[in-house]
T-cell receptor, first 112, second 112 residues
Framework: EAQVTQNPRYLITVTGKKLTVTCSQN?????MSWYRQDPGLGLRQIYY???????DKGDVPEGYKVSRKEKRNFPLILESPSPNQTSLYFC???????????FGPGTRLTVL | SQQGEEDPQALSIQEGENATMNCSYK?????LQWYRQNSGRGLVHLIL?????REKHSGRLRVTLDTSKKSSSLLITASRAADTASYFC????????????FGAGTRLFVKA
């Protein structure tokens, strides 16, 4: 089954404790992206990747890191999480470019 | 930056009625997309309309694009309770950009 998977789905952590949210797709897609969704603000793009080893900042990259060492994986790293990073995070992928993206189920992160 | 802005923010209708949602954007685009999100879940791509198209249909969905007014509308005909969801428009930033910009969304509630 074609899908984008994210882990963990739910995470409660404390300020400053490094964490990684994994994202994997099995569709051989070139484009992958991370978004955060906050009430009333829609989805805001954090980082995106056009292909392996090629990443770029979205609208809200501060406090996040990403890497794209393999085509299928695109982890999101929070080196020192803060409460304002409490949000619902989505990973997405598409065949090529930002069109017709497939979304993962989301990761709900709470930073205390 | 908020490229796409949906209107209305919320819409409540009876089953069987039509629902119309609007999206405005600011810069030139190659295409515009609409996504649906059921409560707290990942987004699902509905339809993509290219800048050289004025209207596109997919089942009960009809999308229009007016590049002179920088606006798009999504019409859902003969709505069903299962259409209850949030609907977002999204555009790549500029023409040929890889960044994706989502609007804040329209929450549609269809009463059975």
């Amino acid at each position: 089954e074609a899908q984008v998977t994210q882990n963990p789905r739910y995470l409660i952590t404390v300020t400053g404790k490094k964490l990684t949210v994994t994202c994997s797709q099995n569709m051989n897609h070139e484009y992958m992206s991370w978004y955060r969704q906050d009430p009333g603000l829609g989805l805001r793009q954090i980082y995106y990747s056009m292909n392996v080893e090629v990443t770029d900042k979205g609208d809200v990259p501060e406090g996040y890191k990403v890497s794209r060492k393999e085509k299928r994986n695109f982890p999101l790293i929070l080196e020192s999480p803060s409460p304002n990073q409490t949000s619902l995070y989505f990973c997405a992928s598409s065949r090529q470019g930002p069109d017709e993206q497939f979304f993962g189920p989301g990761t709900r992160l709470t930073v205390l | 930056s908020q490229q796409g802005e949906e209107d209305p923010q919320a819409l409540s209708i009876q089953e069987g009625e039509n629902a119309t949602m609007n999206c405005s954007y600011k810069t030139s685009i190659n295409n515009l997309q609409w996504y649906r999100q059921n409560s707290g879940r990942g987004l699902v791509h509905l339809i993509l309309i290219r800048s050289n198209e004025r209207e596109k249909h997919s089942g009960r969905l009809r999308v229009t694009l007016d590049t002179s007014k920088k606006s798009s509308s999504l019409l859902i005909t003969a709505s069903r309770a299962a259409d209850t969801a949030s609907y977002f428009c999204a555009t790549p930033e500029g023409t040929g950009g890889f960044k994706t910009i989502f609007g804040a969304g329209t929450r549609l509630f269809v009463k059975a």
